[in-house]
T-cell receptor, first 120, second 112 residues
Framework: GAVVSQHPSRVICKSGTSVKIECRSL??????MFWYRQFPKKSLMLMAT?????????EQGVEKDKFLINHASLTLSTLTVTSAHPEDSSFYIC????????????????FGSGTQLSVL | SQQGEEDPQALSIQEGENATMNCSYK?????LQWYRQNSGRGLVHLIL?????REKHSGRLRVTLDTSKKSSSLLITASRAADTASYFC????????????FGEGTQLTVNP
């Protein structure tokens, strides 16, 4: 099956620093990737849709300047948490959209293994 | 309340028993998917059922979809300790592009 690699798996940083998380589709091209945030024992909250070659689409309430998304190639999207603060500590997960044929019924999402961000 | 609500929130069973989790949603959907997540890990896609399908099987998994009730169920038969994980349903709505909306999840614990 399709593989999505997310790196790093865990990062601890000081308040005020920026952290970059990478999401790569290893064996397929993904024009669309998604970034989620997950709190302990909670569901995934969609933060933004990353579109290759264009600006990301952010969900309501997500700060664009805080969470910078870049999707410069068909296999890589990055999420940069700028000037991180303790409240940004969370589990961040990316997913890549894999199309196996025409139509939305042939779309599947494959997820990275997540990044646990801890801001001190 | 949110699209993709699940119940129960937590389920604890013995190995060999069946586990049933339910999911309800609010809008018209293109398909509904079930995912599994081990603690601190990413999500693994389990099964997808399209809006024109009523039941689907994959190994020990059985998924049903009732679009009139806007609900789905995931049945895991002959559960194993390794099935212990969180299970999420996710819906692809007709009007949401390719964005999935996730339910709150069910934490399944299978005791050996």
């Amino acid at each position: 099956g399709a593989v999505v690699s997310q790196h790093p798996s865990r990062v601890i940083c000081k308040s005020g620093t920026s952290v970059k998380i990478e999401c790569r589709s290893l064996d397929f091209q993904a024009t669309t990737m998604f970034w989620y945030r997950q709190f302990p024992k909670k569901s995934l909250m969609l933060m933004a849709t990353s579109n290759e070659g264009s600006k990301a689409t952010y969900e309501q309430g997500v700060e664009k300047d805080k969470f910078l998304i870049n999707h410069a190639s068909l296999t890589l999207s990055t999420l940069t948490v700028t000037s991180a603060h303790p409240e940004d500590s969370s589990f961040y997960i990316c997913s890549a959209l894999h199309r196996t044929g025409r139509g939305r019924t042939n779309e599947k999402l494959f997820f990275g293994s997540g990044t646990q961000l801890s801001v001190l | 309340s949110q699209q993709g609500e699940e119940d129960p929130q937590a389920l604890s069973i013995q190995e060999g028993e069946n586990a049933t989790m339910n999911c309800s949603y609010k809008t018209s959907i293109n398909n509904l998917q079930w995912y599994r997540q081990n603690s601190g890990r990413g999500l693994v896609h389990l099964i997808l059922i399209r809006s024109n399908e009523r039941e689907k099987h994959s190994g020990r998994l059985r998924v049903t979809l009732d679009t009139s009730k806007k609900s789905s169920s995931l049945l895991i038969t002959a559960s194993r300790a390794a099935d212990t994980a969180s299970y999420f349903c996710a819906t692809l709505a007709e009007t949401s592009g390719s964005r999935l909306t996730f339910g709150e999840g069910t934490q399944l614990t299978v005791n050996p």
